[in-house]
């Protein structure tokens, strides 16, 4: 059985653009490949996070992983920070990694944009996603569009580790949605949604009000030609609405068109928000419950378990390949 592995950071509400672009896909893949799916709290902290903030953000991605459908009898669910190996060979992996690889990274350029002093966590980030996928031996990644750049860079340390010391790591491939790899901001269409915008308008979270959702996709800005047609290039917004719609009812984008077809833009949004809220109320209901019912502790752990297991094995071998004396 192939092997998936991916994560998301707890640094903030998570959006429909990370369910689109990659939860959502975690759920499909969990059927017929044997998943590892993680909260990077590690990730998290390479920008500064306040304690509490980030145990309760922890605490808010490993529910909605299990709200969103991840079943943790099928996928193992678990925290970055309970499998101390992924640091360990982030630092081996950071040892196989060039300065001007990670200058070239736009995640970090983008963070790092306008700051005095940028912490050098952000800067070897790609080297601890590296040895999160290389951990596990990972064949598919479901990311968004944003990781792709990662990902290769992922698949060029793994072939130099196979080249010096010799084939072991697989070559992980991106696992990336054909339509809504990247979800655009509601109010600026040439910017991903993210939550870290400072205008809440322009994003939605799964944790979001339905009356909100509503309200903010009545708010998103379109072009003026009130035609319900997918065509990126020339109709960026309507496209990325499109997008949300084709992922939250299921359709394909030939038969959003079909169904608007003459129609102006008040009828497509109005349902829209409503198809949004029917996907999301259910998985809020489930949310609160299983914040309530304390069972995250319990999947937190056996997660942790399974993924350590694997883990180890890694470890053991990569150690020895590069000449470390195994303990006794
Ligand atoms: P993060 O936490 O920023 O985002 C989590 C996932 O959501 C996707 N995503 C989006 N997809 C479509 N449209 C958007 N607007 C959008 N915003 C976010 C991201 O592509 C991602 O798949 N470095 C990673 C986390 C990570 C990881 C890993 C992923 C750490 N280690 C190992 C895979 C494998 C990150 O910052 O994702």
């Known amino acids: 059985m192939k092997r998936v592995l991916s994560g998301i950071q707890p640094s903030g509400q998570l959006t429909i653009g990370n369910y689109i672009g990659a939860m959502k896909n975690f759920v499909k893949l969990q059927e017929d490949h044997e998943c590892f799916f993680m909260v990077v709290d590690l990730h998290a902290i390479t920008v500064p996070q306040e304690p509490a903030m980030l145990r309760e ?68 980030y790609p080297s601890l996603m590296a040895a999160d996928i290389l ?64 205008n809440p308008g322009s994003f939605i979270t799964l944790l979001d009000d339905p009356a909100a959702i509503k309200k903010k996709i009545s708010r998103a800005k379109t072009d003026s030609e009130a035609l319900v047609k997918y065509d990126p290039q020339n109709k960026p917004e309507i496209s990325n609405l499109i997008g949300i719609y084709a992922h939250v009812a299921n359709m394909s984008i030939a038969e959003i068109e079909a169904k608007y077809e003459g129609q102006m833009y008040g009828p497509f949004k109005k349902e829209l928000g409503e198809a949004v809220a029917s996907m999301i109320e259910p998985l809020q209901a489930r949310y609160h419950e299983v914040r309530k019912s304390g069972e995250l502790y319990d999947v937190l752990h056996s997660g942790a378990e399974r993924a350590q297991e694997v883990a180890e094995k890694t470890m053991d071998e990569v150690k020895k390949r590069m000449g470390f004396v195994l303990p006794r």
């Open 135 to 198: 951990l596990y031996n990972a064949d598919l990644v479901p990311v968004g569009d944003d990781q792709k750049q990662h990902l290769e860079l992922t698949r060029d340390i793994a072939g130099r580790f196979n080249h010096r010391f010799g084939e072991f790591f697989h070559v992980p491939e991106p696992y990336i949605p054909e339509v809504g790899a990247r979800i655009m901001s509601l109010d600026d269409a040439s910017k991903k949604m993210s939550k870290s915008n400072p």
């Open 57 to 124: 953000q922890s605490e808010q991605v490993a529910a909605l992983y299990i709200a969103a459908g991840i079943d943790p009898t099928k996928a193992a669910i678990f925290l970055q920070s309970h499998v101390p190996q992924h640091a360990e060979l982030g630092w081996l992996l950071t040892t196989l990694t060039n300065m001007g690889e990670l200058e070239r990274m736009t995640q970090f350029k983008d963070k790092a944009a306008g700051k005095d002093s940028v912490g050098a966590g952000l800067f070897v």
